[in-house]
């Protein structure tokens, strides 16, 4: 007998929400300034991926403060068991060319930021990597990075970090324990 969840939704549709509610709950305390910016994974619309060929998860920050875009900073496939993450300098480069002004985000925490979102999914067991501002945007990036750099990463917020990972990593090590 099948759960009504189960029922409505795809193998593939189920593990890309089962990333998303991990991934979000992990990371629901992070905050990044200026713009307030709060973490949040996509989950599927519908009860299919199309047997995976529409499992990407985009990777936003969210501000809570008008007046600042949100901001895609990498996207997540389960079913190919790979995720992206774009650095700081890719951000700042779109962004430039975008808005024509400077992202206005701390590099200290978005960068801590990154690692963290690294690690969970490494943890989750999907290959990761980081992605550097497209080619034709290079020279914009550089540029960008002899700005002076935003305040750095308060204890508060490399606490909720660490907290975080721990809380990933339990809840990986329960689900890989639960299938056995």
């Avoid at 034709?136 to 935003?150: F, H, I, K, V, Y």
Wanted: proline share 5%; no cysteine.
């Amino acid at each position: 007998m099948t759960s009504g969840r189960q029922a409505l939704q795809t193998f593939h549709a189920m593990q890309a929400s089962d990333l998303a509610n991990a991934f979000n709950d992990a990371l629901q305390k992070t905050v990044i300034a200026p713009g307030e910016y709060r973490v949040e994974l996509t989950a599927p619309e519908g009860p299919s991926t199309a047997g995976g060929v529409q499992a990407m998860q985009h990777l936003r920050l969210v501000p809570r403060l008008a007046g600042f875009p949100t901001l895609v900073v990498g996207h997540a496939n389960h079913a190919e068991g790979k995720a992206e993450l774009r650095s700081y300098e890719h951000l700042a480069a779109v962004h430039r060319q975008r808005f024509k002004r400077p992202i206005a985000l701390d590099r200290a925490a978005y960068e801590a930021f990154l690692q963290l979102a690294r690690n969970l999914f490494e943890a989750l067991r999907l290959e990761t990597a980081i992605a550097g501002p497209p080619a034709d945007l290079q020279e914009e990036a550089e540029q960008e990075n002899r700005a002076p750099g935003a305040s750095g990463t308060s204890k508060v917020l490399l606490a909720s970090l660490v907290l975080a990972v721990l809380l990933v990593l339990g809840a990986g090590m329960w689900m890989a324990l639960g299938k056995n």
